[in-house]
Every structure is written in structure tokens, then in C-alpha cells.
């Protein structure tokens, strides 16, 4: 089950799509360029989790059409159990969200005919993109936004902030999925939570790198610290947020971090070819 | 269940999932459903509501479009320059158009949360192919019952009365914790739910109940002007409602339903109603007008 359709060249549009597997398909959305650079790179855009995912889609869909007019093919994507993807909130998990992530590469590859890719995460999401991009030859750009390098100190503020745990129906002694604004979290996501420690991962292969953070805390610390390994460039940037990125407001509204993301395209502009 | 992206729309191009049941599970009397975004949040819904409405419709034979609305998620933005209102139930209607030339569907059914509510109520008003409408915190108005509810246990805590007493002798409350979506690094929905006059909000429902739209009101406890079960229909009892209105309070839910438990209770709920709502209905508007006067 697939079906892509190109709209026309309108400055906002937007192609979306299913793509994967037939039977657990995965809803994204490609943004053509809309200049004529001769890019070979595209980028591939990696969501946050739960809350933060809702917050920050209108702030992706504003990097994905910067980017494209910057000359990008860029390409954003739920991950299964997420957004408009197959799967139920329980399914998502790490690992899958790194084979997912693997799959949207492939996919713009395919359909945009670029050789190699920018990947682009925020919070989990930018733990997931390091991930996707340590054994990938063709990931030679990470740009990695407000990510978590400490799984279990993230899992900590989750729990904090969960409501009761769901118990019904499940035996023995737990781990039990616990909700946080109304997102589940698995027991299979919280063991890898407890698990992610992203300096003990391999080196990513990435080229170059660039860590944006809200404040130069120990998560941008490590992670800038990791990405430099064998004397690899990272670029780092301090990039104060207005508000937190799981806040739930009476307004429901959406944070675009403006001075970030100009800054963000404008680094991707420069060091992408 | 089945899942495809439709794009459609003439003055922007609407993205949109339509999810229908498998191949001969389809419940061929019952109109299929538009979810209508709440806020600026995209067609996902709140908390993924709207994607397991629409399967859980799905999995009941029930067919649905959860769509972007234009400048919204994976919509584009409208060239020209009409408000919010207007705009919104004209892109609903281009949704029905778009659902009529795909796939021969001539009556629908509504549903949103908040905003998606009120424009499926606007919708509603003024358009026939609506035969059904399920709404999450609605437009309403308080009754005197309201105000029972509202004081009748805050009477008795002296701290109500001491907060009374500061504010009359001037005296300020306790300071706002919440800033307002003042910083331009927010972007809140461009909709001001302003809720019409009792009198205007009641013709529009009187308009609606006389074609026997069937509804479906549920009411969270994240609303400042709801309390109580059975408050819309008092508020609204010169209404001809007649069978057509089914309220919930959703007790202990906050505005988006974060709660797994009451969402999924929600979401069965709507369920159990859609299917109640048959195409039929469309067609007795004609013998319900010509009985209206029955409803003084």
C-alpha cells in the first residue's frame, strides 16, 4: 500500500506519502527544492516523541520548506506507532525507530535521486538520527537539536511526569507501560531508555556534525564531545528556548523557535553540498 | 482497514488520510465520517486521537477522512484572504465534494475537538449533505444549574471566602502562572473561539435538530462554562432535539483527553454513535421540515 502524489510546484508544496512495507506502511511527506543548486544531498527529518512531537511538527514542516528553498530534497516522516504511520504507541520503540529511519533514507534516495543524506533530530529524535547514522556510509551530515544523549535521565523525566501506570491486564512485576500526555511508553522503549548511552555507541561516520542546544548542558557536552571522535568538526550552537518542548499550553500551540531554525537551515545552506 | 492519502482542495491543496474498512466490511448505511483538526494541531489529533478514531471507525465497517485544513500540518496555506470561519467550512465542503466525486458518498458525518467542533457545527448549519455530528467541548452556555454546581461545593471551603472577601476590598488573586501566547516564537490557532449569544447559538441548533442531524455532545471536565451532565440540552431546551442529541460528560478528562483509559472510552463511544447514524436521515429532512411546526 503506497501512493505518492505530486502536487504542483506551489511554494508550499508538499508531497506526501506512504512508503515501506506494504503492511506496516509509514506516512511522510517530501519537499521538493524549490531552487536549482545541483544538491546531491538531501535531508531526512527526525521527529521527538509523544508531546514533543505535536509541539514541534509545525517547526518541521518550516525547516522542511526553508530547506527545500535552500535547494534541499528533504523528507520528513512519522515512525511506526506514530503520527499518521502504521502501528498502534506501544509499537515504537528505539530500534524501530532507527530502522524506520534507515527505510525514509532509502526512500529519498530513491525518490530524489541524491547519493547521500543530511540527517536532522530533535530531542529523542536527534538520539535516533545518531543512531540511524553510525553504520551508514551515506549519512555524511548530523545536525542534532536539543538531542538527549543520557536515555536514562530522559526516562527519569518521563516517569515524573507519567500518570499512573496502566496495570490492566498485565502480570508479574513490571516494567508496566506508563502514559505521558497521553503517549504510552513501553516496557520495551523504557529498557532501551535505561540503555542509551550515546558515548558508548560506535562513532558515527557522519562528516560533520552540528550540536544546537538550549543551554551548553551535559547532553550537548557529550554529545559534541562523541561526534568529535577520531578529530572529526563539530560545530556547536546555543540556542535559547522560549518555552520546553513537552508543554502543553490551554492554547494548544506549537513553539517555532525562529533565531534556531535560520540558524539551523542557514548551517545545513553552508555545509551541504 | 485501508489507509490512502487524498490531496484536494481548489484554492490550496488539502492533504488528507482516508481510512475505510477492509472489502466487504464496509456498513454501507452509515455515512462516513470527516475529522476536522482541533486548534493548530495537525490531522494526527490530539494524543493520536483522530488516527484511532478512524481505525476504530474502520474496524466497525465505517469509513473516514482526517484531513488537514488549509496553512495546517501537510496542507498548504490559501492564497487569498478569508477568514478562518469562512474558510474552514468551505474546505470542509470541498472535502465532501472530493469524497462525492471519489467514491459516490452524498451524506456525512462531522466530528472535532474544540475548533474542529465548532466548525463542524458551522458546517453543519449550512449544509444538508451533514446528517451527523459528534462533538468534543462544544460551544455551550451556562444554566443557573451551572452555578449550583460550579459554588455549591466551594461554599462551603473557607477558602473561597477569604479569596471573596480580599477581591472586595481590593485585593488581588494569586498571580497567573501561565504567560499567554504573547512570544512570536508561539504560533497559536489564528481561530478566537468566541462563543455566540445563547439566542444565535440556539437558531443554529434549531436549524441543525430540525433536518434530524443525529449529535453526539461530549463534554470533558477542560472546559470553564460545562460542569454537569445534561447542562447542553437544559441550556438549549427550546431546541427541538427531540432523539437527535446524545450528551456525555466525560468525567475526570482533561480538554485533550490525555487519560488512555477515557480516550479509548471516548473513542468507543463515538463509534457506537456513528454507526447509529444511517444515510437515510438525509432524506428526512423533507417530512421533518413539514413537521417542524409540531416543535412551536
Known amino acids: 500500500m503506497r501512493e505518492a502524489h505530486v502536487v504542483g510546484a506551489g511554494w508550499d508544496a508538499m508531497n506526501p506519502l506512504f512508503f515501506g512495507s506494504s503492511d506496516r506502511p509509514l506516512y511522510g511527506v517530501y519537499h521538493a527544492p524549490k531552487a536549482r543548486t545541483g544538491r546531491s544531498t538531501g535531508v531526512v527529518l527526525c521527529y521527538p516523541f509523544g508531546q514533543e512531537y505535536m509541539r514541534a511538527h509545525r517547526a518541521f514542516r518550516q525547516v522542511a520548506l526553508l530547506l527545500g528553498k535552500a535547494g534541499f530534497h528533504v523528507f520528513r516522516f512519522d515512525y511506526r506507532g506514530t503520527g499518521d504511520s502504521s502501528g498502534d504507541g506501544e509499537d515504537f520503540t528505539l530500534a524501530s525507530a532507527v530502522d524506520d529511519t534507515r527505510h525514509a533514507i532509502e526512500e529519498l534516495r530513491d525518490m530524489a535521486d541524491v547519493d547521500t543524506v543530511a540527517l536532522f533530530g530533535l530531542r529523542l529524535g536527534g538520539s535516533i538520527a545518531a543512531r540511524a547514522a553510525q553504520e551508514a556510509d551515506d549519512v555524511t551530515h548530523l545536525v542534532l537539536w536539543d538531542a538527549l544523549a543520557d536515555g536514562a535521565e530522559y526516562l527519569r523525566q518521563l516517569r515524573s511526569a507519567a500518570a499512573e501506570p496502566n496495570r490492566a491486564g ?104 | 482497514m485501508i489507509e490512502r492519502i487524498v490531496q484536494f482542495g481548489s484554492v490550496a491543496s488539502l492533504t488528507g488520510v482516508l481510512t475505510e474498512p477492509k472489502s466487504g466490511r464496509a456498513v454501507l448505511d452509515v455515512p462516513p465520517v470527516l475529522l476536522i483538526n482541533s486548534g493548530i494541531l495537525h490531522k494526527v489529533g490530539s494524543c493520536r486521537l483522530y488516527v484511532k478514531l478512524a481505525r476504530a471507525l474502520a474496524d466497525a465497517g465505517i469509513a473516514s477522512l482526517r484531513f488537514d485544513l488549509s496553512g495546517l500540518g501537510d496542507s498548504d496555506v490559501r492564497k487569498d484572504a478569508l477568514p478562518f470561519e469562512e474558510s474552514a467550512v468551505a474546505e470542509t465542503q470541498e472535502a465532501m465534494d472530493y469524497l462525492t466525486r471519489l467514491r459516490g458518498w452524498s451524506a456525512f458525518q462531522l466530528g472535532g475537538l474544540c475548533s474542529g467542533a465548532d466548525v463542524a457545527h458551522m458546517t453543519a448549519v449550512v449544509d444538508a449533505r451533514v446528517v451527523g455530528m459528534a462533538s468534543i467541548d462544544a460551544r455551550t452556555h451556562v444554566t443557573p444549574a451551572y452555578w449550583w454546581h460550579n459554588y455549591k461545593l466551594k461554599l462551603l471551603k473557607p477558602q473561597f471566602w477569604v479569596r471573596w472577601v480580599s477581591l472586595r476590598v481590593g485585593g488581588n488573586g494569586p498571580p497567573s502562572l501561565t504567560g499567554g501566547p504573547d512570544d512570536s516564537t508561539f504560533e497559536v490557532p489564528a481561530y478566537v473561539r468566541v462563543i455566540p449569544s445563547r439566542d444565535v447559538l440556539a437558531a443554529e441548533l434549531r436549524t441543525i435538530a430540525l433536518r434530524r442531524v443525529n449529535m453526539l455532545y461530549v463534554f470533558t471536565d477542560g472546559l470553564d462554562f460545562y460542569n454537569h451532565q445534561g447542562q447542553h440540552r437544559r441550556a438549549f431546551r427550546d431546541v427541538p432535539f427531540g432523539d437527535c442529541l446524545t450528551e456525555s460528560h466525560l468525567r475526570g478528562a482533561d480538554h485533550i483527553i490525555t487519560d488512555p483509559t477515557l480516550q479509548q472510552r471516548a473513542i468507543e463511544m463515538h463509534v457506537q454513535w456513528a454507526r447509529a447514524t444511517k444515510r437515510a436521515r438525509v432524506s428526512d429532512v423533507a417530512s421533518t421540515l413539514a413537521a417542524s411546526a409540531d416543535f412551536g
Open chain 1, 170 to 273: 498485565q502480570g508479574g512485576t513490571g516494567p508496566w507501560t506508563f502514559g505521558v500526555m497521553g503517549y504510552p511508553v513501553a516496557p520495551a522503549l523504557q529498557h532501551e531508555l535505561a540503555a542509551l548511552q550515546i558515548d558508548s555507541d560506535a562513532p558515527t561516520k557522519a562528516l560533520r556534525a552540528l550540536v544546537v542546544s538550549d543551554s551548553d548542558g551535559a547532553d550537548a557536552q557529550t554529545l559534541a564531545a562523541w561526534l568529535g571522535t577520531g578529530g572529526r568538526t563539530v560545530d556547536t550552537l546555543i540556542a535559547p528556548l522560549p518555552g520546553r518542548w513537552d508543554e502543553v499550553d490551554n492554547w494548544g500551540s506549537a513553539m517555532i523557535p525562529q533565531d534556531a531554525i535560520q540558524s539551523i537551515v542557514g548551517w545545513i545552506s553552508s555545509e551541504v553540498r
